[in-house]
Each structure stands twice: as structure tokens, then as C-alpha cells.
């Protein structure tokens, strides 16, 4: 039996592609769903598809539609959510997505490094699994489906 | 017919008490709840229930026990939830209230300054209300009460 | 025990008023919530708390996170919801109310003239109550209420 | 994955058969479910299956019976909903669905041509992503599915 | 603390009465709601407010409509729902409104003579209590306030 | 896309196996579930499994366990609930089944002949399609698989 | 505001008495609910209110719907739950109280002694606090209320 | 059609491995999931994953979360559970998913010797089927399949 697994979190660098990779060589039944991970993509797509917006903050009110309909979507029908919280960024969607999934009684796998520890403290009382590498997150996962 | 509002947000400054002075010279009949205002009450409060932790992470994980204790408790009772967000910090505790309220199908209003627009805009997409002031909430909820 | 009702439909003339004044003199413990009845107030709200919008569009979206925010207050806290529709408008914030009550589990009493009946056909077929007029309405509260 | 839409709007046009088959040349893994859209048929089931009713009221009550069962059933299975309106008609079932969807936590798309902003903002304030074309509303899974 | 109950059951009796009358005289804070008791108003209310209809098959429709609006709202209101069967009737009504405690997660008190036992097994076996008369019923809602 | 149907009714003829002929004959996508059609088996079923039970109140409350069981588990993977009543018996679980769909949400055909009308005016008025004979319910099945 | 509090757990001592007391002295505005205290009358409740059951088994079933009765219907009111374990006894009522709690939404606080860490680490982890004694579940509600 | 059958309870011995040989056996078209069986391997997970921990009482709080990441999982998908009491053990899990299956409307499978009939007569209470072996429940199962 396939788990539907998404993974939220920052789209800075390429841990979705080295995650799926790793996953594929364990043999684990996962799919793997997340944002979009083209950074330039996800901020154009309100104009790729809805034309030119008058000024920056409709710009952003665009692409946020798109977005938010494709992590609707996909949260929707996961089973399990993966939150990656990095050193760099303020992140704010990758919270909103970590609580609804909570919220919506998913278990929620939230992977941050040492130094967020204060900063992430209550959202990680209420996550089901916390841990500090993806590599964790993926033993986790496979321990659920031993 | 009174309302519930709990106020999520940043606990840096006097925003709170501000917001229930003026809600009070207007009449409005508003019960306003939010989290521990004091910030070092809320820093120690897991060591000051379940006594000394041994390091930093577990004093955090304690006093997030308990600090969530009390914001799950007034937020379900909330009619709508009010987040703040500022510009210094990261406030991830705003953005998970402010998504629990959204996925609990509770109405949120949002209140960010214009510098926040980018980083908030996936947020703000899901919000009822984006306003830029916490007066601008004052008279949303004002206008409810009409 | 009182009941909350939301009376959801067209703002063009004064039903909300009459209704009011009879379910004083009938005695019936009813509290009565709505959408904003001043029509203007209600085109204008956006702008009179955000500020000037740069077009009539976007006057139209900020006056609908108000108007919005509003509905989804009463709504849920109403224990039952009256839609009037009326022949002249289109009406289609009275069908979103008149859906939302349905999903939501709140039973819904539809107040349609005869000549409304086909095209409010399927939306009639899922109301708990029929009427034609708000007096009719007013009854079956009271009936509720014996 | 699949996605199951449910396309929801105007039977008066073929707008569903254009979209299901720019969705197979595009490749989508798309399952595409709506109402009737024979209008007569859609008119006229209820007197198909029941038999002659007395008059026309009980004739359309009649057939919106089996018109909701069907819009039930696909509305449930559906990821995403579609709702398109045009200039021509009141659409109340168009706005009921719309309506059904959000309160369902469905994501919704709404299609609607720049003369229908007014009388659809507070509808579209609610919905996932507002759009002015079918394409676009296309796009928009293009962009989830990527 | 008070409780509000809903006594769903036959309406051919005054058991009803008794029971408000005992619930009065042993000092339990009990709101108790029921369908409408005066039978005849229950079958005429339909034509009462809609107006004579077409046959007697319209009439009991449309009686229907009132009548469960009235239960639903209570129903909905209840912390608790007791039961009635005799042996008189078929009562499908009682068994809607016990099932649909059942599974809206509210307590159901299922009352019922020895000689029923057979054709309301499965009903009994989903119940949270199963006794014989209205005055056991009474005495578990005692020992719930003790 | 295959559509799971609950048959839910008397036992006592053989209109389900009616009912999976025609649908098979008409090539529709249903995967026909129900209560135990073997009565005595239905009745034995408690006794069978937990063996000899003290007397027949307690054979019957075995019994009732384990059909029930039967009934939650295939209900609940139902996207729709057919329920039919006859003239001879009292068929209070028929009764159950039916509320249990509509308060679970999912549409409810009710087939019931004429002769049943007053006695089931409530159900028939929550129900979504309310018709006369097996073969309409098929009907309305296949015009929502249209 | 007033807050509704259910006490879980062991009935062999008078630790509710001492809570109920405690909390009377800090003056907070606690509502303080719970299972039937009373030991003897917990067991022989059955009895008393359905009269002289055939065996210990059917004493016992008999006792339990009263039982469950009014857990179901305190803890359905309850804004939070604590749950007490104590070394002697094996108290599935309260795990299962405690899960119920965990399940519905509502906030757990688990008092548990340190000898019981590592039975109990699984509902431990999945509650909002865990103590080891009544006075700090009192101290945690007494911050909530600040 | 399958069922997902999530088989709670002791992991002291090889119930589970019997079970599922016997359902193979009879062909049943059961999907049999659960937890961790090897018993040190459950306690050890938690380390294993995140490495050493300060003291036994984190090293349980680290194994818990990936226990309960697990529970969660399956339960969730789960169509039935059945939960196992032995007499050894005190078994909060096996009490806690108990409960977790009843308060999210799954149906419960209680195993219990007749030995602990008293200390469980609330949670047998509420289950849907209480047996005594193991191989009463696959007859169950076998009989909600035929």
C-alpha cells in the first residue's frame, strides 16, 4: 500500500529531488507531492496565467492563487506531511502548511536544525515527529511501512 | 450579542493593550484573549509548573506545553482570530494560529505592513481580511457589529 | 431558548425591517442578524477602512472582505438561515448563503415568489422549508417556538 | 494521480466538451464529471423516471430530485471544483455549487467574464482562484499537476 | 449546568407531560424539546402556512417540511435524546431521530417495552442506554447530574 | 469511475438479486453491497459466533452486533444509500440506515410504495430522491452515471 | 469566562475533592465535571435503575451505559480534560477517556507519577501536557486564565 | 473489495502472525496492518532514529513518536479495528487506539478473556462487536465479506 507524503517547506535548494532519490533506492511505496519547486515559476505563474497585474502586491495575490491551489490539493490527499524548516528564511507558508496539516489531523513529521529549536518550540510540542534531517524524516517513514 | 477574538501575534510590544483601550472607548462588545503578554512568563513558565529541565531544548519543549495549552483553549471559543505580524521577527507561532483558525474554518485577519506583503502573500491569499493596521481590524470587526 | 437567525437576500428594500417588527409584536424570541442593509455602506466598505483602491475592481474585493467577513460571523452562529430571493436581481451572494447553510448542516427556509420556481428549482429541492413570503417564514419560526 | 474536477456552470454551451478534449490533447490525468447537459433531459428526468406530474411546479421539483443526486455524488468525489458563469443566465445552481465546494473545503475555480465582477464579488473573494476563461482555469491544473 | 434533552417518540400519548411534570417535581435542570404534540396541528401545518395543496400527498409533504425543521433545530441543540417506541405504531420518525443522534455523536436513551426487543436489536445495540420506561430514562439523567 | 451502492431494506424477498441483474444486464459500474439477505443466518449469526447466549434478548443483542458491523462498514464506504420499504413489516433498521445516510451526508434514495406515503413523510422529505419501485432507483443510478 | 473542566481517572481516592477545593481557594472559574465518585453506586447503578441482571457480565454491561452516558455527555461539554493515572490500578476508563479527549480536539493534560513514563509514553506523547501531580494540572489551568 | 483491518493490542506474542495466516488461509480479502511487533525494535526506534538520548525517560518519548507516526497512519486508513486485551500487560495503547477507532466513527473489534470483563466493561460497551478469540473476530470480518 502506497503513502502520499508532502513535503513542505523551503524551495531553496534541491532536498525534494535528493529525497526522492532516496526513497526510490530504499524501494519505499511513497508518492511525493510539494510546491512548486522553480522559485521564478512559482512567483510568475499569477501572471503567466492571469496576464499582467498593475503593481507588485497583485503580482504576488495572483501567483498566491496558484499556489494555494496546488497545496490544497495535494495536502488534501496526503497521508503524511514533511515540514523542512531552514536557517535562512522566515518561511511563513511552510508554518501555514505544518499547522493545517495538524489541524486537519494529519500527522505531521517537522524537520528543522538545532539552532531553530526556540524559535519552533510550540510548533514542534504539537507535531507528531521531530527531527533534524530529511534523512530522519525518510527513516521514520520507513519504520511506518516495515 | 458579545464576540470572541483571540489575538495571535507578536508579544513584543503593547499592541494588545492598545487594541483593548480602544475597543473599550468604542463600546464594542469584544472579549479579546490572546497568549502570555509577558514574554519571560512565557519563556519560563514550563520550569516554573514542572520544575528545572535539564538543558535549554527541554525547558523550550516545556514551556511550549503549557503556552500551547492556553492558545488552543481560547482559540477554539474565538469567533475570529486577528494575527500581527511585524517586521523584526519570525513569528512562526503567528503563522501557525493564523492557519489553524483558516483550517478550523474560523475567519482570520490578517494585519501586516507593506514590507510583508511578499513573504505573507500565500497567507494573506487565505485570510477573510488583509488590513495593514490593527485600527483597520478594530473597524472590521466594528463594521460585524453594525 | 432564543434562536439566532441569519436572514440572507436582497438588500434593496426594507423585508429585514418588517420581519423584525413582527417577530417583535408575534413575542418570539428570535435574534435576528443579516448583511449590511445600507447598500451604499456595503459598496463602500473596502475603501472606507482599507483607503482608495486603484479601480473599481479592486473597490469590489475590498468591499468583499468585509461584507464576507461579516456573513461568516452571523452564519455560524445561526441556528437557522432565511433566504429571500426577489424577482429583480441576480442575487447570487442570497444562493452562496443559502448553499453555505446547507452544507454547513443549518437548516434553511427559501422564500421565493411563484415566478422563481424553476430556476430556483434544485436549491428549493435541498431547503428544509419552502415559502413564498417572509411572513410564511415567520410562521414556521413560530411553530419551532410552540 | 488522477484529479476528479467537477465542472460546475452554464449547460447552455458546449464549454464542457472543449475542455475535456483540450485536456486530452494536453495530456492531463484529468477525470472530468458535471451535470446533465441535455437541458431537456435535465428538464425533463423527473417525469422520465416518476411519470406525469400534476403541474410544472411539481414537474421541475420532480426532476431537481435526480438533478442533486447527481451533482451530490460528483461533487464528493471531486479534488477541485470548476464553476463557470456567463452573462446570460442567473446561474443560482452555478452559485450553489460554488457555494457547496467552499463550504466543503473543496478548492474552487471560478470562471467568470470581467462584466460579472460586481454581482460575483463576494463569491469570488471565497474561491481558490478567479480566472476569465475556461483556459485558464486548464492552466491552472496544468500548473498543480506539474 | 443545565441539559437540554429532546424527547423524540410517539406524540399519541402524554408521556411527554408526565415526564416534565416528574423531571420538575425531583429538581432537575432539564430543558426539555420535542416534536409538536397536538397531532392534528401536526398533520395540518403544512396547509396552515403553504395553504390547502393539490391532494393528500402534497398536504403530508408539506406538513413534513415544518415539521422537521422543528426537529432538526432542537435535535441539533440537544445534549442528549431520549427514544420512545410503543406498540401501537410504526413510528419511523422516532427511528430517524434516534439514528440520526446516533450518528450525529449524541447520546441516545432508548426506551422501549420487552415486546419490542426483536424488531429493535440493532437499534438497542447502538444506543448508549436501553431501558423500558420514560421513568428509567429519568433516573439516568439524574445520576448524569448527581 | 465505479459508484458503491448501499441496499439497504427488508430481507424477506429477493429484490436485491432483482436489483444486480438489471444493473449487470444494463452494464452500470455498481458495486451493490447490503445488510445479511440469508434471514436465519442474520438472526443465528450471534449465537454462531459467541456461542449459545442465555436467553432470546441476549441471542438477539449477539446477533445485532455482528450485523451491525456489517451495516456500519459497507455504509460507510457507500457514496449512496438505496432504502426500501414494504408494506408488511415495521423495518425499523431500514429506517435507521436511511437517517444514518442523510446525517452522514450521503444521498438517500428512498423507494417506498404509495401505500406508505403518510407514515413516511419526514424520511421521504430529507430524502434526495424519493420513488416508487426499484427499477426508478436504477434509473435515477444510471442517469447520474449518464 | 468560565471554563468547563472534566476529571478523568481513578475514583479510589478524593483527589477531585482536594482539585474542587484547591480551586475554590485560587479563585478561578473552573467548572469542575467527572465520573460518578461513589464506588459502590459507579457498579450497582445498572442495577438500580434496570432492576436484578441474570449474571456479574450482564451487572457490569448493565452498569456501563450509565456510566458511559454521563462521561459522554460532560466530556462533550468540556473545554479540557485531564486525565489522572495512578500506580495501582489499571484504569482503561481513563486512557480511554484520555484518547476520546485526544481524538475530539479537545486538550488532554496527563497526570501521571514518574513510575507510569514508560507504559504510558504513547498517550503521553500525543497529550498537550503532561505533569505528574493534580496541583500542577491546576497551576497550568491557572496560566491559561491569566 | 478489501478491507484495511488495523489489528491494535498486545505485541507479546504471535497473535497477529496466526491471524494472518488464518485469514490467507481462508481466503479473506483482508489487508492486515498494525505496529511494530518486534518488541525491543519499538522501543529502541526512537534512538535508533534520532540518536542517544540524556535519560530512559526521552529515550520513551523518542520512541513514542514514531510509534504513534505509525498508529496514526494505519488507523486512519483503516476500515476496522481490533484491539486484543490479554491478561498480562496493562495495554494504555491498546486502550488509547481503542478509543481512537469509536471516537472517529470506525467500528471496534474488542478481544478480551472473560477474566477482564469487569475492567473493561465501559470500553466493551461502546464497541461494535465484543468476542473473546481472536478467531471470533476473523469470523466476524468473514461474515461482514459473504
Known sequence: MELI???AGQIHDDWREQFRQKAKERGLPLILKGPQENHDRSDDIGEQIKGKQPNPVYRDQAASEFNN?????WME?????IALFGE???QWNTAMDAATAIQ?????ILVRPEGLVHPLKELAQRAQVVVETPDQALDALAYVLE
Do not use: E, F, M, Q
Open 5 to 7: 507524503v508532502y513535503l
Open 69 to 73: 491551489l496546488r497545496t490544497r490539493i
Open 77 to 81: 490527499k496526503a497521508d503524511v506531511v
Open 88 to 90: 535562512k528564511y522566515r
Open 104 to 108: 486537519s489531523g494529519k500527522p505531521l
